[in-house]
């Protein structure tokens, strides 16, 4: 299976709502590819900038080939504030069309989004990234791949978290 290696970077979201009533904002990003839930990855909190969280996460992925040439393959980027004792808070989302991606060019950085809510109308802020496709292609075995294929490995400095707050929501819920 021809497939090809993506990396986006998480930099930092701006002005986003404060949806705490106490407390402080601590914000992270699950990223995933929409309909595959073992490509969810989630990036570090931050603690210290509330409503201007900074990441500068770099997550991978190997995606098959077709990924980035049809449409309809969602790279999902939500955005929540941890809490301590109730169940984390959603913030907004960016939702990226790979193929629209791909088609800007293999490499792209510093690039503003708007965050929208699925439950409200308006703009919740700016996420800012940076994304690169490899220019090459590479060849995976069918025994090599997982997830059928569509997403094959994820590294970052939110895998960790993202098993550790897994577990936690597995917990609370």
Same mark, same amino acid.
């Given at each position: 299976m021809e497939c090809r290696q993506f990396e986006v970077t998480l930099i930092c979201a701006n002005n986003l709502p404060d949806v705490r009533e106490l407390g402080k904002m601590k914000v992270y990003a699950q990223v995933s590819v929409k309909g595959h839930s073992n490509s969810v990855w989630v990036t570090p909190v931050d603690r210290e900038r509330e409503t201007n969280p900074y990441w500068n996460c770099k997550i991978k992925y190997t995606l098959p080939e077709i990924a980035v040439q049809k449409d309809g393959v969602i790279l999902v980027i939500k955005l929540y504030c941890e809490r301590s004792l109730l169940p984390d808070k959603y913030v907004g989302e960016v939702n990226l069309s790979l193929k629209k991606l791909f088609d800007c060019g #293999? &490499?792209? !950085? +510093?690039? !503003? @989004? $708007?965050? $929208?809510? +699925? $439950?409200?109308? =308006?703009? #919740? =802020?700016? /996420?800012? /990234? %940076? @994304? $690169? #496709?490899a220019k090459t292609k590479i060849t995976? %075995?069918?025994? !090599? &791949? %997982?997830l059928r294929g569509q997403v094959l490995e994820a590294v970052g400095h939110g895998v960790l978290h993202a098993v550790i707050h897994g577990a936690i929501h597995i917990i609370l819920h």
């Amino acid at each position: 299976m021809e497939c090809r290696q993506f990396e986006v970077t998480l930099i930092c979201a701006n002005n986003l709502p404060d949806v705490r009533e106490l407390g402080k904002m601590k914000v992270y990003a699950q990223v995933s590819v929409k309909g595959h839930s073992n490509s969810v990855w989630v990036t570090p909190v931050d603690r210290e900038r509330e409503t201007n969280p900074y990441w500068n996460c770099k997550i991978k992925y190997t995606l098959p080939e077709i990924a980035v040439q049809k449409d309809g393959v969602i790279l999902v980027i939500k955005l929540y504030c941890e809490r301590s004792l109730l169940p984390d808070k959603y913030v907004g989302e960016v939702n990226l069309s790979l193929k629209k991606l791909f088609d800007c060019g #293999f &490499s792209q !950085e +510093n690039l !503003e @989004y $708007d965050v $929208d809510r +699925n $439950d409200a109308d =308006g703009i #919740f =802020g700016k /996420l800012k /990234l %940076s @994304y $690169d #496709f490899a220019k090459t292609k590479i060849t995976v %075995s069918k025994s !090599e &791949s %997982s997830l059928r294929g569509q997403v094959l490995e994820a590294v970052g400095h939110g895998v960790l978290h993202a098993v550790i707050h897994g577990a936690i929501h597995i917990i609370l819920h």
